[in-house]
């Protein structure tokens, strides 16, 4: 009837407004009731870090394997991370130094590709956490723009959103065969492992002639890495950096960068003594800890280190 009807649209416009008042302090008491967690510095730093980040004109975020920990990726920290993630390979003796090599592509293929072949697989997979959201959402709203460069081989940035020419990625990517003197996507490659001894089956990927092939990723000892792909990549990103104003204020985040390959902490360094308006924001769960300018070198800007994994982190910084 017109009056049940009546009554209907009354009681959904008083629920509108009860959630509209409603949902602010919920969100407040939402906030409030993650933060009680952590120590009163630990929230300092963090409102720091998110100020930093809210109010900068350009941002570069630096990204180790630490960033995919939350996706559910390991990090191969250490034997023993590496050898929980492979045990076959622990059997066998092999590190991840050992296996990742280019002569296995020649003295065992089949081990060779088992090995990255799983990786391959793995990283497809893998979906990238809310903290890829939470890094994307912030770096649209630079009017300096902003660049990725990580040390990982996984492209899980390109598959968060990010645009591939804002991305550098130092080592390679898996997602590429160096094949027939040239790079080709590995969209249709399909590699199978037996997960009992991380051996791949026939057939392997191979060149016109034969001969195996394998994935575009710098490896230990390697002399034969395709560096064509991640040199146009980096003149992206030089191109991007020299032209960046100096009164810009740029942030340096770096997240999940570990110090046994320590190419992004040197890139973090690199940056911030050649951009002088910059601040630094470190996301290290084992090893935060952060050098804050001198003044003789010349940085205008802040050093935070925050003792936290990626997604928590970024989680944190967002509540502020």
């Known amino acids: 009837s017109t009056q049940s009807t009546g009554r209907f649209l009354t009681l959904a416009m008083i629920s509108s407004k009860i959630r509209h008042r409603v949902a602010p302090r919920l969100k407040r008491l939402n906030v409030f009731t993650r933060t009680l967690a952590y120590s009163a510095e630990t929230l300092k730093l963090a409102k720091e870090a998110a100020s930093l980040l809210n109010t900068s004109e350009s941002l570069l975020i630096l990204a180790g394997a630490g960033i995919g920990v939350d996706s559910g990726l390991p990090d191969f920290r250490g034997n023993e991370g590496f050898w929980k993630a492979y045990p076959p390979l622990q059997r066998l003796g092999i590190s991840f130094q050992e296996i990742a090599n280019p002569g296995w592509f020649k003295r065992d293929p089949t081990l060779a590709w088992g090995f990255y072949g799983h990786r391959l697989n793995l990283y497809r997979n893998t979906v990238p956490h809310r903290g890829f959201n939470i890094l994307l959402d912030l ?25 591939e ?53 710098l490896m230990f000892g390697d002399y034969y890495w395709d560096p064509s792909r991640t040199s146009k990549q980096e003149q992206n ?55 804050h300018p001198r003044p003789w070198d010349g940085r205008k800007g802040k050093s935070i280190g925050l003792g936290l994994g990626a997604l928590e982190g970024l989680e944190l910084i967002a509540q502020f």
Do not use: C
């Not at 649209?140 to 660049?147: A, H, L, Q, W």
């Not at 037996?194 to 394998?214: H, W, Y």
């Open 165 to 217: 020419d804002r991305v550098v990625e130092v080592h390679g990517s898996i997602h590429f065969l160096q094949k027939d003197g040239e790079l080709v996507p590995a969209t249709d490659l399909n590699v199978e492992v037996d997960l009992e001894t991380i051996r791949a089956k026939e057939p392997l990927p191979r060149d016109r002639n034969g001969e195996v092939v394998r994935p575009n990723i």
């Open 237 to 291: 990103f030089d191109f991007w950096l020299t032209k960046l104003p100096s009164s810009s204020h740029l942030v340096v985040l770096e997240i999940g960068a570990g110090t046994a390959v320590a190419t992004i902490r040197h890139m973090s360094r690199e940056v911030l003594l050649q951009h002088l308006n910059s601040s630094f924001i470190r996301l290290n769960r084992r090893d935060p800890e952060v050098q």
């Open 139 to 163: 770096a649209k709203k630079k009017p300096e723009g902003y660049f990725v460069v990580t040390s990982n081989v996984d492209g899980q940035f390109q598959k968060a959103g990010f645009p």
